[in-house]
Structure formats: structure tokens, C-alpha cells
């Protein structure tokens, strides 16, 4: 069993920046691929990046391409989410998902742990 713990969420001006942080417990995340993805009101969840479980392999929602960067410290069992640029449309709540698999892709079903979310709203 995994336990994932997000932090960082806020509130920020567009253009502004926020990192998010996911920690986990019960296991080493070296060997699980690790996603986050986003939900806003009204919205389905959907994809915002994943890493890779060495994290050699990155993916990104076209939205946030060349904005958010996904990262991963196995030694400190955590994986962040660096986000710049950031657009009122960006406001949601965002989680941290781990994969059994160690190259996930953009979807929900691939995952088998979530954290409980952290939310980020960005004002205009």
C-alpha cells in the first residue's frame, strides 16, 4: 500500500508560479511511474503530466506543455510538480497518482494510488 500526501497548493496571480510536492509512505516510489493530474469544478479529472519511474521519461498535457515541469527525488521518496506561467484555467484541484507500471501514460485507470488533492487557484 501507498499513502500520497500533496502539498504546496495556494493561491497566485496569473503569471505567477506554485510548486507542488507529493509525498508518499508505506513504499518506495523508485519502482511505480507517477502522474498528476487535475479536476475542476464542473470538470472531469484529467491529465496534467507523469514521470517515468527513473523519471528518464516525462509526459505533458498539451495545456501545460513548456509550463509545468514534473520531477522525482526516489531518495526522498517524492515527486514535485513546478508550475510557471499559470493561467486562471489552471485553477483545480490537483493529486499525485502512482503506477504499478514504471512508464504510465495519461490515464486515470493506469494509476493504483492517489492522494487526496491539493487545491491551486489562480486569479486574474
Known amino acids: 500500500q501507498v499513502q500520497l500526501v500533496e502539498s504546496g497548493g495556494g493561491l497566485v496571480q496569473a503569471g505567477g508560479s506554485l510548486r507542488l510536492s507529493c509525498a508518499a509512505s508505506?513504499?518506495?516510489?523508485?519502482?511505480?511511474?507517477m502522474g498528476w493530474f487535475r479536476q475542476a469544478p464542473g470538470k472531469v479529472r484529467e491529465f496534467v503530466a507523469a514521470?517515468?519511474?527513473?523519471?528518464?521519461?516525462?509526459r505533458y498535457a498539451d495545456s501545460v506543455k513548456g509550463r509545468f515541469t514534473i520531477s522525482r527525488d526516489n531518495a526522498k521518496n517524492t515527486v514535485d510538480l513546478q508550475m510557471n506561467s499559470l493561467k486562471p484555467e489552471d485553477t483545480a484541484v490537483y493529486y499525485c497518482?502512482?503506477?504499478?507500471?514504471?512508464?504510465?501514460?495519461?490515464?486515470?485507470?493506469?494509476?493504483?494510488?492517489w492522494g487526496q488533492g491539493t487545491q491551486v487557484t489562480v486569479s486574474s
Open positions: 497518482a502512482a503506477a504499478g507500471r514504471g512508464v504510465p501514460g495519461p490515464n486515470a485507470y493506469e494509476y493504483d494510488y
Open positions: 508505506g513504499r518506495t516510489l523508485s519502482s511505480y511511474g
Open positions: 514521470i517515468s519511474w527513473s523519471g528518464g521519461i516525462n
